[in-house]
């Protein structure tokens, strides 16, 4: 039965033929299913081996399952081919090497200030401080004016302020971007609630720029005004806090200052991180310096219409910046760094 090779070997030409014209994958298929599908001209001829003799039909029944294999084989290849011809064409960029590891998408975290806003909050509101906002641009009377620092008094030279070019209020004076969070307090009294017991977290700013001071920073201030308020709770309340926020073993002193609206005044320091209060070149003498705190004057209370014969009220404040690049093992050299938005030097903290 020679017509059984003659025809084998013409499909199998038919097929090369076929399979040199096909562009695609899915082209390829559809010759996969022409040729060896059910209805396909191979099962014909498969099934005219039934003709053959019986001693033929081994021999050409191993050839018509070789022309198949080849036929497969053939197939595959045009289709790693066809693939292959699609990636050359890709742009290099577009190119990828699906055995590379993924690439893996870098996560954010809050800002140091942020964060740092967060757990000052969280400390003071245990001890039953609420938070409360105040205006971050205000009429001087506020910052000012009501805390005892009049225009021309010269403490106002501490406060280097930002003013805001409306005209003035007839009573309250220039508009400031407030330069400490003070103005708060007459504030909080103006509500008419007491007693009070709230912190005031907000920007505050101030026409300076330096390695310890950036023009736009954060302060919180913390009032509490009740009867009976003394400085032993000034103290109790301070000394919460540093070991709250900077550890167990911190210590605080408390040193007489001047500010013009609280009396007495202080200046609360905490011991040394680095040397842990023995003195060392980054500190004074084991001491380092945190902020302001005293007992509100007589005056502010008065202007916020409390009876200082009643009243009496305990204040801190300082900023948010200088308290996180304090806390053990940041020494940031320039405080200017928190805000050039580099993630190299923000994703650290
Ligand atoms: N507001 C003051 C400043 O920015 C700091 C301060 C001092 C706040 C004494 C207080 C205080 O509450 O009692 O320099």
Known sequence: MQDFSSQLSNLITQFQQDLEKVSTSDNVEALRV????RKSPFQEVMRSLKDVSVDQRKEFGQAANKAKQDIEAAIEARETDLVNKRFERLGEEEKIDISLPGEKSSVGHLHMVTSAIRDIRRIFEHIGFTQVRHPEIDWEWYPFEVLRIGADHPARDN??????DVPAHPKKGKMVLVPHVSNGQVREMERGELPIRSMNIAKTYRRQSDVSHVPMFHQ????IIDKGIRLTDLKGVMEYFVKEYFGEDREIRLRPHHFRFTEPSMELDISC????????SMCKEGWVELGGAGMMHPDVLRAGGVDPEIYSGLAFGWGVERTVSMKAGLNIADLRTMYKND???LEQF
């Open 273 to 280: 991180g680095l040397c842990a209060g023995k003195g060392c």
């Open 220 to 223: 919180f201030e913390g009032w």
């Open 343 to 345: 993630v190299r030097f």
């Open 159 to 164: 406060w280097e302020t930002f003013f805001v």
């Open 34 to 37: 022409q040729y060896l599908g």
